[in-house]
Every structure is written in structure tokens, then in C-alpha cells.
């Protein structure tokens, strides 16, 4: 592959995904819930893009990124990111370590994402030494210093501190870090501002911002809120009942809906204009 097509090539492709919770009872034979129905989407290779995935409650979000994140089997269908199969149904797939050196969670609870026996530091040692390269096996704090200062953070905010010693936003913050440690490829996020303190929730996204355009890493961003996923993403796609009903560049999506959905969200946003995506 030469230089210039590999930098074109997906980081991440979705293919014919599908996801049923439940059914085929051992007696009795039930049709179960569709979470997810034939998705497919797909991000391109430039440096730190981000998909952004919208939709109401119940609209399978959670499902897509559990499955990306192999926490949950999907029914059919592939993940490939960078040209690896992560995820899907019955696919062949890279081991636990790979998979964790090209794709990073960010939770919803930043409390998931750490021990509650641990000092913090001390996680993000452990963190370092199992999905760092060789330089990080070397010298994981310096691995863990970097991570804190693209973050806006240093070393002696932990200070041996456990995570009761952070509020809600500092460890989000610090959980960003956490996943910037193995070097991904991809991090996705799973509506990583919905329980931060609303006066530090543009100060977040403002982060991804910064930290797809300097990193290069890409990210999905899970939101219920059409107005952010516009200020931040490269492709939207709008989820319902388990389908992606429009998917694209954001501005070509405002600017003329697929579906009577996406211009029901749109409308319910008063305030959404030029401004938002300019
Ligand atoms: N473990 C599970 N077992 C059974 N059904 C589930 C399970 N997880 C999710 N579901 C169902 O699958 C559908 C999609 O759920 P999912 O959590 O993916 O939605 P979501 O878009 O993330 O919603 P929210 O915005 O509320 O987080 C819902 O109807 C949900 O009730
Ligand atoms: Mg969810």
C-alpha cells in the first residue's frame, strides 16, 4: 500500500452489524429485541477524525460501542480498525492486548474506568506496563506524564490519591489520560460528559477537539445531543430503533435530512444555526 492510500484507508469500518438481546428461550422459542440492525459505517483515515452517534434513548448506542469495545458479542457483522478485525460475530480477531492498543475506552461514569483499590498513579503504572510499547515499558511514568499534560494535568495532582479524592470532572479528566496511555488508534466515548458538572462539559469537548487535531488519535463520541455532535464531528450518524437513519458529514446532514428523525432533532433545537458548525 503506498503512503498517500494508506492515509486514506478507514480507521474504522463497521460492517452489517447485528445484535439481538434475548429470544430462543430453551422452551419456547422467542423472537428477542433487536439492539442493532445491519449497521454499517465507517470513519475516514485522516488524522483525528471523529464520528459522532446520535440518538434517543434505547437506540442502540450503547450496544455499537460495547460491541467496538468486545464487551459485548455482536450477532453478525465486522469491526475493522486500521485495517484490523477488532470485533463483531464469529470473525477472526486480534487478541485482548491488541485490541487495547488501538482502541480506548471513555465511559460514561468515570468511576468505571479505574480501581477502587488502587491509587490512581498506580492503575495508570499498571496501565502503562501492560499496553505500552517498549519506551513505556522502559519508563511508564514518563508515558503517564505525557498522557496528564495533554489533558492539562500533572504527576502530583495524584499524589497517591485514590478516585473518592477527585470530583466527577477531574476524573474524567484523568480517565481521558488513562486511555491516551496505550497510544490508541481509536477511543470511544461513551456520553463522557452526561455525569460532569455542567459548567465543565464544553471544557471537555473542547479536549477532544484539541486532542484529535494534536494527537491524531480518532474518536466516536456517543451523544443525545445533536448540537455538540455537530460542533465536534467530521461524520454523524443519526440512530434509531437500532438503524443508522442518516450518516455523513454533519453540514450535508443539516443541510438536507434523510430521514423525517433527523429533522425532527433538528427542530427541536431552536437555537441550532450556521454558527454551530462554522
Ligand atoms: N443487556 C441487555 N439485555 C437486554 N436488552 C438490552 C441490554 N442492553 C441493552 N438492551 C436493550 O437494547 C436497546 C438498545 O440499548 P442501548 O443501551 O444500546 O441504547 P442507547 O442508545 O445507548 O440508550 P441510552 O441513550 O439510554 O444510553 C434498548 O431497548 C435496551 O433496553
Ligand atoms: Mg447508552
Known sequence: MTGASAA?????????LRKTYGGNGFFVKRAGHVALNDVS??????????????????????????IILRLVKADAGVVRVAGEAIAGGGVQTVNDRRLRQLVQPIFQNPFEA?????????????????????ATARSPEATIADALSAVGLSRTTL??????????????????????IAKPRLIVADEPVSMVDASLRMTIVNLFRELSRELGVAFVYITHDLSTACYLSDQMAIMRHG????????DDILGSPKSPYT???MD???????????
Open 159 to 180: 499524589a497517591g490519591k485514590g478516585i473518592r479524592a477527585f470530583s466527577g470532572g477531574e476524573l474524567q479528566r484523568i480517565s481521558i489520560a488513562r486511555a491516551l
Open 41 to 66: 459505517l465507517s470513519l475516514g483515515g485522516g488524522r483525528g477524525q471523529v464520528l459522532a452517534i446520535v440518538g434517543e434513548s434505547g437506540s442502540g448506542k450503547t450496544t455499537l460501542a460495547r
Open 263 to 265: 429533522k425532527a432533532l
Open 8 to 16: 486514506s484507508a478507514p480507521i474504522l469500518e463497521i460492517e452489517g
Open 268 to 278: 427541536a433545537i431552536p437555537t441550532l444555526d450556521r454558527r454551530w458548525i462554522d
Open 114 to 134: 479505574f480501581s477502587l483499590h488502587l491509587p490512581v498513579e498506580e492503575y495508570l503504572v499498571r496501565t502503562a506496563i501492560n499496553l505500552g510499547d517498549e
Open 243 to 250: 438503524e443508522v437513519v442518516d450518516f455523513g458529514v454533519p
